[in-house]
């Protein structure tokens, strides 16, 4: 990761991308559950989850979307930039063990407001389980 570098509106061009890789583990469930609240047996519960559709416990869908956030805050805009807006698709479960490479890529800027709209993907193996959209707000150059 970039070491808090800024990234102004005016550095920015449509195609540009950027990516991180995490690898879900028991804790980060156990921690995602406590922060957020969500305690659904699907996540928290093998012998619950050994008998949904999954077949094990999965990570919360939410997890991987706060990957995102992770690489637009430090990487692609990075550090001073604002989410305004996230449309998300979950395609496939992610369960404990599994890597998720997270990339971002700029599809369209908007300078009127200084927004960046960017295509946003989660995949494991190669293989989207989430995919979206987003706006951020981007600092402009200070003058």
Do not use: W
């Amino acid at each position: 990761m970039t070491a808090n570098k800024i990234t102004y509106f005016e550095d920015l061009a449509v195609g540009q991308e950027a990516s991180l890789s995490n690898t879900v583990t028991e804790k980060d469930i156990a921690l995602f559950a406590e922060v957020s609240g969500d305690r659904n047996p699907v996540h928290v519960d093998a012998d619950y989850a050994a008998g949904t559709i999954f077949g094990e416990r999965i990570a919360h869908g939410m997890l991987s979307a706060a990957y995102i956030s992770a690489v637009f805050g430090m990487e692609l805009p990075g550090p001073g930039a604002i989410y305004i807006s996230q449309t998300m698709a979950f395609k496939a479960p992610v369960k404990i063990g599994d890597t998720v490479v997270t990339t971002v890529t700029l599809v369209e800027l908007l300078p009127e407001k200084k927004r960046a709209r960017f295509e946003t993907v989660c995949a494991v193996n190669g293989k989207p389980v989430l995919t979206g959209e987003a706006v951020l707000m981007v600092p402009n150059r200070p003058e």
